[in-house]
């Protein structure tokens, strides 16, 4: 078996509707209704399902629990624009930005939470090259 890349993960969460507005206006994520109106949040190929934590939906994780992800998403941006960013978005950074080593190589990050508690890292390569 050869795995290709990452489809879909899926955040369990307290209220769809604030976890959607998050991550619509701070990661610009857009919004999906699918099957029997689920949420999902796409970016490039991937997307974010997104479980109520109150009614998980079948089959779900052993402990589907709210504010247990810590997520890495690379952007194009030079970081000091992520830090504009999330500054007027009102977002406080938990960490950064710091040297940290991605996939592919050196990447430099910030870090800082979701509605839910979940720690998200937003990085750039450093080099110019984007594997």
């Keep these: ?17 604030v976890s959607t507005a998050f991550y619509s206006q701070v990661l610009g994520m857009q ?6 109106g689920r949420k999902a949040l796409v970016f490039g190929q991937q997307k974010i399902n997104l479980h109520p934590a109150a009614r ?12 247990s992800a810590d997520l890495c998403f690379i952007v194009t941006d030079e970081i000091q624009e ?7 978005c009102g977002v406080a950074l938990e960490a950064g ?3 940290r080593t991605g ?3 050196p990447i430099t990050s910030v870090y ?3 509605p839910d508690g ?5 990085s750039t390569y450093d080099s110019q090259e984007m594997p």
């Design 1 to 17: 078996m050869h795995i290709d890349r990452l489809d879909h993960l899926v955040l369990t969460v307290q209220d769809i509707s």
């Design 31 to 36: 919004e999906i209704t699918f099957a029997e």
């Design 56 to 67: 998980p939906i079948a089959p779900h994780a052993a402990h589907p629990v709210c504010g």
């Design 82 to 88: 992520v830090l504009v960013h999330l500054q007027n």
């Design 97 to 99: 930005p710091v040297s």
């Design 103 to 105: 996939a592919t190589g």
């Design 112 to 114: 800082f939470r979701d």
């Design 118 to 122: 979940n720690l998200l890292e937003v």
